[in-house]
């Protein structure tokens, strides 16, 4: 039985892929707390029924959360359709794209005579471990008159609240945070609006192209931002495994390395100015 369900399991999730698989993991969180109630109606065990549904009931109700996040439904995320093909950039299209790079210094030029600056952090935030920088940086731009602010995207990162635990552990306010209904717009009135590793998350495929894998799956919309700066380690696509055509537009500048050295860089530089 064991095994059976060991390959049951593998095979199921096996062609599931992309930007779907955070929602297969709570998914998958779900059903252990649905089998741990099973298992205490079958020993009489009250605490493992009652564990067993909280756990099946509020993972449920997260990955219901997920999928509506993603304008997608959870029979069409267990049945793989998404994430099938990966686009890299330029590839397969015949258009030449090109990038504009930017440094440290032009960054924090930028920032420094904005009037209002958002940060939209992503995973790439959270592996450099660079919640604490962001915060410090912040510090420095609001010492200017700059008003700064956090757009969350319900799925950035790899869980929902996987940014609001980072951001919270940097000592962030809490009222910065804004929530991507609350934020949206504000983006067209915005400077400048850094992004931190969020791929997928910021891709205007999603409300322009129709033949995208993520069409309709609401999105931050930081490509109506005066101007863009996107901190990343490379151009390697997101985790849906598609290209950002943010990343070629003509108000973004893309700033290569490790997001937590490269805004500690961008800080350096705000002291000196």
Do not use: W
Not at 40 to 47: I, M, S, V
Not at 53 to 79: D, E, Q, Y
């Amino acid at each position: 039985m064991l095994v059976l369900a060991a390959v049951l399991g593998v095979l199921v999730v096996l062609p599931i892929g992309g930007a779907d698989m955070p929602v297969v993991i709570s998914l998958l969180n779900a059903l252990t707390g649905l089998s741990a109630a099973a298992a205490g109606l079958a020993l009489d065990n009250t605490a493992m029924i009652v564990a067993g549904m909280i756990v099946g009931a509020s993972g449920s109700i997260l990955t219901n959360l997920m999928a509506k996040a993603m304008n997608r439904s959870i029979p069409a995320i267990v049945a793989g359709g998404f994430g099938g093909t990966t686009t890299l950039p330029g590839a397969g299209d015949g258009v030449e794209r090109t990038v504009k790079s930017t440094s440290a210094a032009d960054a924090a030029i930028q920032m420094a005579y904005a009037s209002q600056v958002i940060v939209v952090p992503g995973y790439g935030m959270a592996v450099a471990q660079a919640q604490h920088a962001v915060k410090d940086m912040a510090k420095l731009l609001e010492a200017k008159g700059v008003e700064v602010k956090y757009a969350i995207h319900p799925v950035a990162g790899r869980m929902p609240g996987h940014m609001n635990v980072l951001l919270a552990e940097a000592d962030v306010p809490y009222d910065a945070l804004k929530e991507m209904d609350d934020i949206n717009g504000e983006f067209s009135r915005t400077d400048v609006t850094l992004v931190i590793g969020a791929n997928d998350v910021t891709n205007p495929a999603a409300r322009t192209d129709p033949s995208s894998p993520i069409f309709g799956m609401p999105i931050l919309n930081v490509d109506e931002s005066h101007s863009v700066i996107v901190l990343k380690r490379s151009m390697s696509s997101g985790f849906a495994g598609i290209d950002n055509p943010l990343f070629y537009a003509n108000n973004t500048s893309m700033l290569f390395g490790d997001a937590k050295k490269s805004v500690s860089e961008v800080a350096e530089e705000l002291k000196a100015l």
